[in-house]
């Protein structure tokens, strides 16, 4: 099962049909819990989702597994372990090899406040046509963001919406895999415009105390 985690991207894919349905971001974090036979710890982090496949690390009995699962509606199987959760914060594994089952209850674990990548001010040019743009991700709060963007001497401002590494917000959005360097897809009349951009190092926080 061992697999090298750095052949994928961290880039989440999932299909906005299996989110209505399945709510398949709902899988994706840090899960904790016990089994219930040995009350022993046991861990699953689903790092990725994209498309059928998720990149996870299951720990147990004080080892380390890595590699890659299969994404089935609303659960994610692994080797002999299978993870499911409806609402995104309980989820329940299940082991089953030769006969024997073993179950365990996980919470998801709630990620750092500071540890958001998309705050700060993301800013650059599109190397076709010079298209320049500043978008500015004040504040982050759940599935909302406070967002301010610029382009062509035009100022927009109001509340985005946050999807994984991704806000929306009016005819932009921004991505970010690493939280130095990011994407602005702006829409400009009936054409669509990639732009790279890129962050300072110390902005996120710089933003975060200001907003």
Known sequence: MESAMTTIQSTNQISPANERVYHQSY?????????????????FKVLNIRGTRAQVEYTH?????RGF?????????????MVATRDGTVAGL???AG????????????APADDNKLIGTWSGASPDNGQAVTFQVL??????????YTTNGFTYQGTGTVYKNVVMFGKAQV????????KVMLQVGRQTFAVPVTKPQDDSSLVNKLA
Do not use: C, H, P
């Open 27 to 43: 899988l994706l974090g840090d899960w904790k819990g016990s089994w219930t036979k040995n009350n022993q710890a046991v861990e």
């Open 61 to 65: 009995n004080g080892r380390t597994e």
């Open 69 to 81: 699962g299969v994404v089935n509606g609303s659960t994610i199987t692994y080797g002999n372990v």
């Open 94 to 96: 299940q082991f089953s």
């Open 99 to 110: 006969g024997a089952t073993m179950s365990a209850l996980l919470n998801k674990q709630a």
């Open 139 to 148: 504040s982050v709060d759940g599935s909302d963001a406070q967002v301010r």
């Open 175 to 182: 991505s970010t895999d690493d939280g130095r360097n990011g």
